[in-house]
């Protein structure tokens, strides 16, 4: 059955949902989005995600044309119509058609994507196994330039450091900022753990403030393990005891080694573990 998209305002058939070639996403990649999960047919954590999509819009200076309820219930219904039980939203808003110029205020309104479908998850041997990751050359864009909370159209400076990973024949990358502390990874929010304790890097370091990464550290702290924001440099991503990421596609997933470094044991460790089956649990009301 062929997936209903909604496309500004109602739901088209796939073959139906297309885009100007004037819209100013396309053109300059000028818009922002969100990546959502459905678990058990519920839309994970719908409203955090709904309000950081506004955020991001407010942070571009682009209006988006419902409330924050409306886009709720339209999500709401897209997902409904394709019958998603587990699978993946990518909500879209564009600035819009305009002219060739970059002025965005010369675009009519913006436009509205909803994706509701499957999604391809890392393999459970990977979760189980533990990931081989590299540091990328790619540096992340510098925090003023572009505020990292700005989950823009815009993913060419990650994309570059996805291509280094699948170059060296591995899922991830670390992307770290202008001065050389952790950033975050190519799609992912980046955690290590050293003698019990949680770190990770602070969000002006260039990383997305992660829905769930902000999961992750709410069911931490509640087991009773420490976390502590800092920055944080290769180095200690080479010394850690253990290495996890976090997304809305990954979860939460363990790093095994780095950069030819093996981390820890070389397995996924103890506190990734707990931290993965707490999330599962949340995620399907467990």
Known sequence: MALKIWLNGKLVDESAAKISVFDHGLLYGDGVFEGIRIYSGKIFEHQAHIDRLYDSSKGIRMEIPMTKSQMMQAVEKTVQTNGIVEGYIRLIVTRGIGSLGLNPFLCESPGIIIIADSIQLYPEELYEKGLKIISATTVRNHPLAISPQVKSLNYLNNILAKIEALDSNVPEAIMYNHIGYVAEA??????????????????????LEGITRGVVISLAQAEGIKVVEKNLTRFD??????????GTAAEVIGVVEIDSRVIGDGKPGPITKLLREKFYKYAHGK
């Open 237 to 246: 991503l080479y010394s850690c005891d253990e290495l996890f990421l976090t």
């Open 186 to 207: 190519t799609g992912d929010n980046v955690f290590i753990v050293r003698k019990g304790v949680v770190y990770l890097p602070p969000v002006e370091a260039g990383s």
